[in-house]
């Protein structure tokens, strides 16, 4: 599975929008980008996934450019429940092989 | 639809006890995942079962184990405990190769089972 790269930790202030970038530099054809949101000793949800170009549901917006090595989760006008570890998954949606790489995760801090 | 359970939520064990948890997955979803995580190493997966067989394995070492049931539930079973298995463990199930390409292989997670060895 590819690997990523993404920021240890982000602030933001309640209702500014956040964006978190993901690098994944040699994403393979057949891979699907996923993000994750996990709440301390919970386990992760899934917020979005994508191909490419751009997802909107109504939680986030994923930010896929053309060639794929990267991409950008964007959460409009957080809120202090939205503190949380952001993480950004690459794998092929083959459907066979559900083993997931989490890597370290983006730790996104909300403050009033 | 219920989500995925997982009990017990936590769990006190000592040194060379074994211990066994439970995950019941979403109705319908076939495939059950199995992760560790760790403040030191994060997430880090263990064994997929689908179908009643494992079809995918981690790097741990064989003390961890696992098995699926033919209602897809699943139990994880880890021997002779140690100290550094002291974590927080996760079961996810999906159902692979259904639903639209884009949704394929989105795992939903338990609330996990948290294990403390003493």
């Known amino acids: 599975l590819a690997k990523t790269t993404q920021p240890i930790s982000m602030d933001s202030y309640e209702g500014q929008e956040v964006n978190i970038t993901c690098s994944h530099n040699?994403?393979?054809?057949?891979?699907?980008i996923t993000w994750y949101q996990q709440f301390p000793s919970q386990g992760p949800r899934f917020i979005i996934q994508?191909?490419?170009t751009k997802v909107t549901n109504e939680v986030a917006s994923l930010f896929i450019p053309a060639d794929r090595k990267s991409s950008t989760l964007s959460l409009p006008r957080v809120s202090l429940s939205d503190t949380a570890v952001y993480y950004c998954?690459?794998?092929?949606?083959?459907?066979?092989?559900?083993?997931?790489?989490f890597g370290t995760g983006t730790r996104l801090q909300v403050t009033l | 639809k219920a989500g995925v359970t997982q009990t017990p939520r936590y769990l006190i064990k000592t040194r060379g006890q074994q211990v066994t948890l439970s995950c019941s997955p979403i109705?319908?979803?076939?495939?059950v995942s199995w992760y560790q995580q760790t403040p030191g190493q994060g997430l880090q997966f263990l064994f997929e079962?689908?179908?009643?067989?494992?079809?995918n394995k981690g790097n741990f070492p064989g003390r961890f184990s696992g098995r699926q049931f033919s209602n897809s539930r699943s139990e994880m079973n880890v021997s002779t405990l140690e100290l550094g298995d002291s974590a927080l463990y996760l079961c996810?199930?999906?159902?692979?190769?259904?639903?639209?390409?884009?949704?394929?292989?989105?795992?939903?997670f338990g609330a996990g089972t948290r294990l403390s060895v003493l």
């Open positions: 996810a199930s999906s159902n692979p190769g259904t639903g639209n390409r884009i949704s394929k292989n989105i795992q939903y």
């Open positions: 040699n994403i393979a054809t057949n891979d699907y």
């Open positions: 994508g191909y490419k």
């Open positions: 998954l690459v794998g092929d949606g083959t459907g066979t092989a559900s083993k997931l790489t």
């Open positions: 109705s319908g979803h076939r495939s």
């Open positions: 079962y689908f179908s009643e067989t494992q079809r």
